[in-house]
């Protein structure tokens, strides 16, 4: 709001403003910056999405439960914390948290389209497919992840200082800013938590800079060329095996502080047993 780098029309009355900064979902506003109204449709979309990946994050916190979200690795391993982030044991255990935390959100966000969709408003989409369809990682992070973040840090960091700086050093600021953004989340998130280290989030967000600049400057290269004739689940695989490994340094603070493990004891779990 003081700097001015809110989507158009976000603050032309005091009602709008609140509409747009109080809904837990991004209000979707038209070029001319007014709420526009939920189209057809718009309702079963966001219920079937929020029951698909609610039943999924249910399925993924069974798993979590039964192997302490490090399946091949010892109860009670912090992937962040091994030598060389325990590649490449750790794999399956960032690959069952990174999806449990997608489905959180994504469960999450749906709710709120669903809520707001029943009030006869609409919405913009926060995630697109990106754990099945992403290309590349700047396809990851730029059109598929967290799309509500991703659009806050290209109007408030990115447009500003592209002006500016320049496109590259205006992404690195848009990385670093939503590096401290996650910083902050997960110090208030774990702030009891005496084994939490910050960090883990600025160095992860650091690496994805260095990919997504190693990634455009190799694109007209013969091995650029070579990764973007692969097929379509390829390039997915390929996408989300690079920049896994060091997912720790993110996931840290949501599942070695016991936020999302918690949430397995609470919510209908399968329990195993032997007689």
Same mark, same amino acid.
């Given at each position: 709001?003081?700097?001015?780098?809110?989507?158009?029309?976000?603050? *032309?009355?005091? /009602?709008?403003?609140?509409?747009?900064?109080?809904?837990?979902?991004?209000?979707?506003?038209?070029?001319?910056?007014?709420?526009?109204? &939920?189209?057809?449709?718009?309702?079963?979309?966001?219920?079937?999405?929020?029951?698909?990946?609610?039943?999924?994050?249910?399925?993924?916190?069974?798993?979590?439960?039964?192997?302490?979200?490090?399946?091949?690795?010892?109860?009670?391993?912090?992937? +962040?914390?091994?030598?060389?982030?325990?590649?490449?044991?750790?794999?399956?255990?960032?690959? =069952?948290?990174?999806?449990?935390?997608?489905?959180?959100?994504?469960?999450?966000?749906?709710?709120? /389209?669903?809520?707001? $969709?029943?009030?006869?408003? &609409?919405?913009?989409?926060?995630?697109?497919?990106?754990?099945?369809?992403? !290309?590349?990682?700047?396809?990851?992070?730029?059109?598929?992840?967290?799309?509500?973040?991703?659009?806050?840090?290209?109007?408030?960091?990115? !447009?500003?200082?592209?002006? /500016?700086?320049?496109?590259? @050093?205006?992404?690195?600021?848009?990385?670093?800013?939503?590096?401290?953004?996650?910083?902050?989340?997960? *110090?208030?998130?774990?702030?009891?938590?005496?084994?939490?280290?910050?960090?883990?989030?600025?160095?992860?967000? @650091?690496?994805?800079?260095?990919?997504?600049?190693?990634?455009?400057?190799? /694109?007209?290269?013969?091995?650029?060329? =070579?990764?973007?004739?692969?097929?379509?689940?390829?390039?997915?695989?390929?996408? @989300?095996?690079?920049?896994?490994?060091? +997912?720790?340094?993110?996931?840290?603070?949501?599942? $070695?502080?016991? *936020?999302?493990?918690?949430? $397995?004891?609470?919510?209908?779990? *399968?329990?195993?047993?032997?007689?």
């Amino acid at each position: 709001l003081a700097c001015r780098t809110g989507h158009k029309g976000f603050d *032309v009355s005091f /009602r709008q403003w609140m509409v747009y900064c109080g809904a837990p979902g991004e209000v979707a506003l038209d070029a001319e910056g007014r709420i526009q109204q &939920a189209p057809p449709g718009l309702l079963g979309e966001c219920l079937r999405s929020l029951l698909g990946h609610w039943c999924l994050f249910l399925a993924f916190l069974i798993v979590g439960d039964l192997t302490d979200f490090v399946p091949g690795l010892p109860r009670g391993s912090d992937p +962040a914390s091994m030598p060389l982030f325990g590649f490449p044991w750790s794999v399956p255990a960032l690959f =069952l948290q990174t999806w449990t935390f997608y489905c959180f959100l994504q469960s999450i966000l749906q709710f709120w /389209r669903v809520v707001l $969709a029943l009030t006869g408003i &609409a919405t913009e989409v926060p995630f697109r497919q990106p754990m099945l369809l992403s !290309t590349c990682i700047r396809d990851f992070w730029g059109r598929r992840w967290n799309l509500l973040i991703h659009r806050m840090m290209k109007r408030s960091v990115f !447009t500003p200082c592209a002006k /500016r700086m320049g496109p590259r @050093l205006a992404a690195f600021a848009a990385f670093m800013a939503s590096a401290l953004f996650h910083e902050y989340m997960w *110090v208030v998130t774990n702030w009891r938590d005496m084994n939490y280290m910050p960090g883990g989030p600025l160095l992860f967000f @650091l690496l994805q800079f260095v990919f997504c600049t190693a990634e455009e400057l190799l /694109r007209a290269t013969p091995l650029g060329r =070579l990764a973007g004739a692969l097929p379509g689940p390829a390039k997915t695989a390929l996408t @989300l095996l690079v920049p896994m490994p060091f +997912a720790g340094l993110f996931l840290q603070g949501v599942f $070695a502080g016991g *936020v999302v493990p918690s949430m $397995a004891v609470l919510l209908p779990r *399968v329990v195993l047993t032997t007689s």
